[in-house]
């Protein structure tokens, strides 16, 4: 016979009944998240990251020409906050679509405080 999720305390000897349940609930944590960025350059076009933007992040023209935008003052700009794996896979995802088109844009992802 399984036991119930729960424990029960073995009643006295006494005519008092004193039983405690208690519901046993494992402590779940959320797991990390990550950031991904991307990081500017001298040599890849702007319009290129754009695209990179829309296809890989599934943001609309404006939203991506915005970040570009970000990337291009400040050097640096947070482009989404994911998961490990899926921070990973779009990491790997921007790096290789860049390297194919000979363009040297950085993707890097960084866990998030």
Same mark, same amino acid.
């Given at each position: 016979?399984?036991?119930?999720? !729960?424990?029960? *305390?073995?009643? *006295?000897? @006494? ?12 402590? &779940?944590? $959320? ?5 991904? +960025?991307?990081?500017?350059?001298? !040599? ?10 829309? $296809?890989?992040? @599934? +943001? ?8 570009? +935008? &970000?990337?291009? %003052?400040? @050097? ?12 990973? &896979?779009?990491? @790997? ?5 860049? $390297? $194919?088109?000979?363009?040297? +844009?950085?993707?890097?992802?960084? %866990?998030?405080?």
């Amino acid at each position: 016979m399984l036991k119930p999720p !729960y424990m029960m *305390s073995k009643p *006295s000897d @006494g005519d008092d009944d004193t039983s405690v349940i208690v519901d046993v609930k494992p402590k &779940t944590k $959320r797991p990390p998240l990550y950031k991904v +960025l991307l990081l500017n350059d001298d !040599y890849t076009p702007m319009e290129f990251v754009v695209h990179v933007l829309e $296809r890989f992040f @599934g +943001l609309n023209h404006a939203q991506a020409f915005e970040i570009m +935008l &970000t990337v291009h %003052k400040k @050097g640096v700009a947070v482009v989404g906050v994911f998961s490990h794996e899926i921070a990973e &896979t779009k990491v @790997g995802q921007v790096m290789d679509f860049a $390297r $194919r088109h000979q363009h040297p +844009l950085q993707c890097t992802m960084e %866990k998030e405080d």
